[in-house]
């Protein structure tokens, strides 16, 4: 036991072995852990992870302790984050395992609609909204204080079980960092924690700027779907659509089939003769057989 009742100092190395035998453990266990792998450099490198960080690290009352949760968090000890909508659950590898939770209130409606329409004809897509390709004035307005999509001291609870006394202790801290490394994974995760639909950004961009792109593209599908409506073939209709920009020329299969029948006509007609000659020269020769037949009973 070390002074006033806290346990003794834990080296890093230390810290990071029971950090990674405990993960080994829970999961022999069938636990399904998700830890923050150890890393050196910049907690979050993406728009969403940073502006997370940056939230954090502008309120007074938060940096005293960031600093020794930066250091718990690239060291690995943050063995288990669980984010779910409006609360995180953690593990977290100090002296001993400690459990640590935080609830993140929900975002007020009227601020919601606020930020949509602060927002609208600036969000193109989804994808773009994720990936935090957006302009200054939307990355201003997402990240103000007290009115962005970022929560504030007061919307945010939480505790330890450790025995520090202090309101942040260095374990909260070091999950609230992990929060942001994992939202470079999961940028959908700031939306979950608010109780709030990011779609909803990109639905309000397309309903108050419908762009000319937007109308060609609905209508050209509109086009494309008259094959399935009235079962055509589309690529005929291709073909209909290339005819009409020159003059329609005579059939060549009219030319070309005239002459074929007429010779073919012209063929059939001698054969025929031949076969009714044929057929005459034989009946003229089959005439004197009866009379043959008769001379020989006449004499019988």
């Known amino acids: 036991m070390g002074y006033f009742g806290y346990k003794p100092y834990v080296s890093v190395a230390s810290r990071r072995a029971k950090a990674l035998s405990a993960v080994a453990k829970a999961n022999k266990k069938g636990a399904n852990y998700a830890p923050i792998a150890p890393y050196t450099g910049a907690i979050a490198k993406t728009f969403w992870g940073k502006a997370w960080c940056s939230n954090l690290e502008q309120y007074s009352d938060y940096e005293s302790r960031l600093p020794r949760g930066r250091s718990y968090v690239r060291n690995g000890a943050v063995i288990d984050l669980q984010i779910n909508t409006g609360s995180v659950q953690a593990l977290v590898m100090g002296s001993s395992l400690y459990e640590v939770n935080i609830t993140v209130q929900a975002l007020p409606e009227p601020r919601w609609?606020?930020?949509?329409?602060?927002?609208?004809?600036?969000?193109?897509?989804?994808?773009?909204?994720?990936?935090?390709?957006?302009?200054?004035?939307?990355?201003?307005?997402?990240?103000?204080?007290?009115?962005?999509?970022?929560?504030?001291?007061?919307?945010?609870?939480?505790?330890?079980?450790?025995p520090d006394w202090a309101g942040m202790c260095k374990h909260v801290a070091a999950v609230f960092y992990g929060v942001g490394a994992r939202m470079d994974q999961q940028p959908d995760l700031l939306f979950k924690l608010r109780h709030v639909n990011a779609l909803d950004l990109v639905a309000q961009a397309s309903v108050a700027k419908p762009t000319a792109s937007t109308t060609k593209s609905s209508k050209v599908m509109d086009a494309s779907d008259l094959g399935d409506v009235f079962g055509l073939d589309m690529d005929m209709g291709a073909d209909m659509g290339a005819s009409a920009d020159t003059t329609p020329a005579m059939p060549k299969t009219t030319r070309s089939k005239a002459p074929v029948t007429a010779t073919a006509k012209s063929k059939k007609t001698p054969k025929k003769a031949a076969k009714t000659t044929a057929k005459k020269t034989t009946a003229t020769k089959a005439k004197p057989k009866p009379i043959a037949k008769k001379t020989v009973a006449k004499k019988l």
């Open 113 to 162: 609609k606020a930020v949509c329409a602060d927002c609208s004809n600036s969000i193109a897509s989804l994808i773009e909204l994720l990936q935090g390709k957006l302009s200054k004035p939307v990355m201003e307005r997402i990240c103000a204080p007290t009115t962005g999509l970022f929560p504030s001291p007061k919307e945010l609870k939480f505790e330890c079980s450790c």
